[in-house]
């Protein structure tokens, strides 16, 4: 493994996994392919543009052409595919993206990873478990996906599984739960509560806040990609996350509570249709590979707070133009 090709490097997660790369392997070659959809911000790649080893390319995973060009010209050997549309509420409003990007995206790569011989790894999600009611989803349970968002991602689960065993391309997956962090897009639950919060605005949580989500640092998601892709077993699927799930209305609190600001700022919205109350993950499959979580909800939320509170430079270009448009769309009607 030398030539690392990092589809959808330029979103949240991507971006954090490209910046854990370069200091973890100097020896690696990073290529960041993206189409830089909204979501997509060479803002998150600042620090490391002038590094050596890194180097980026503009285009689509659905453009088979220019993934093939990416590849060989850049004599890769290993992608690991981050690039998705990955917004529930936005794949409740129009699923279109989602079924381009994140089924036949990802054809498109395994076809490139058959003909190059590539080591493939795809970032999944929880979500293609669906509304977990008890006890914790383990990776042979079936897939039972309940939004557009969650189907298109687990279809990608189901093509790569097909070519592992018809074409015997060498690939993972791993099945994250909530990621918080540096760089998430504020369309997500912790940036848009945090920087709704910090402007004094109103946090608006779906339903009773009763659902429960596996809050994890963006970092361990990281740490765990790099297991699986250097440790895990090709044609497996891996769980990654804590282990251990929030309410969204003590999410809510304990962002309020680090930022000082009043609880009278929650309000309560009508809910997401289809929504999933419960997601909870049996994450021992990647403990046995070696890996553990190696923050807790509450430093995991400390450190999140505080970047996006240092960070305004970031996020506040961001809350502008379509995110408004996508916003009014979304919530005007619920407050
Ligand atoms: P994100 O929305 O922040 O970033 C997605 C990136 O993909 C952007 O840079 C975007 O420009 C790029 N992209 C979108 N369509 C593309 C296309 N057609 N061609 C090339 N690039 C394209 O997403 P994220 O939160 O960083 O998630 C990354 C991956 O992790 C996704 O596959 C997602 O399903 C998965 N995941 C996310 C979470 C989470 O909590 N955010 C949890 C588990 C799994
Ligand atoms: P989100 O960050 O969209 O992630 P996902 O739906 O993929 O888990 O939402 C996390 C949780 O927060 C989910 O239960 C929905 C809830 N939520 C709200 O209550 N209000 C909001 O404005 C958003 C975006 C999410």
């Given at each position: 493994m030398q030539n690392i090709l990092i589809t959808g490097g330029a979103g949240f997660i991507g971006s954090n996994f490209v910046r854990y790369l370069l200091q973890k392997y100097p020896a690696y070659s990073v290529v960041v392919y993206d189409?830089?959809?909204?979501?997509?911000?060479l803002d998150n790649l600042r620090d490391v543009?002038?590094?050596?080893?890194y180097a980026f390319v503009r285009g689509d995973i659905c453009d088979a052409a220019a993934v093939e060009r990416a590849i060989a010209e850049h004599k890769i050997d290993t992608l690991v595919n981050f690039a998705a549309e990955t917004h529930v509420d936005r794949s409740i409003l129009d699923a279109d993206a989602f079924i381009r990007t994140d089924v036949y995206g990802t054809y498109v790569l395994l076809e490139a990873a058959k003909k190059f011989g590539l080591r493939y790894h795809q970032v999944g999600t929880d979500e293609v478990y669906g509304w977990v009611e008890q006890g914790s989803s383990r990776e042979t349970d079936p897939l039972v996906p309940r939004s557009p968002y969650a189907a298109s991602k687990a279809s990608a689960d189901l093509l790569i599984g097909a070519y592992v065993v018809t074409h015997h391309v060498g690939a993972t997956i791993t099945r994250g739960a909530n990621n918080i962090g540096p760089y998430q897009f504020p369309e997500k639950v912790v940036p848009l509560f945090v920087t709704n919060a910090i402007d004094d605005l109103p946090l608006p949580l779906y339903g009773d806040g009763k659902q429960q989500r596996d809050y994890q640092f963006v970092l361990d998601h990281c740490e765990a990609i790099d297991a699986v892709l250097h440790r895990g077993v090709i044609g497996e699927a891996y769980n990654v996350g804590t282990g251990h799930e929030t309410y969204n209305i003590d999410l809510a609190h304990a962002i309020l509570k680090l930022l000082n600001k009043p609880a009278s700022l929650i309000q309560h919205v009508p809910d997401r249709a289809g929504h999933d109350r419960r997601y909870s993950l049996d994450v021992s499959k990647l403990h046995a590979l070696g890996w553990q979580s190696r923050h807790a909800f509450a430093a995991a939320l400390e450190k999140t707070v505080q970047w996006y509170v240092a960070n305004a430079w970031w996020w506040r270009k961001l809350k502008s133009g379509e995110y408004l448009a996508y916003y009014k769309k979304q919530y005007e009607e619920r407050t």
């Open positions: 189409k830089l959809t909204y979501a997509g911000n543009e002038r590094h050596p080893q």
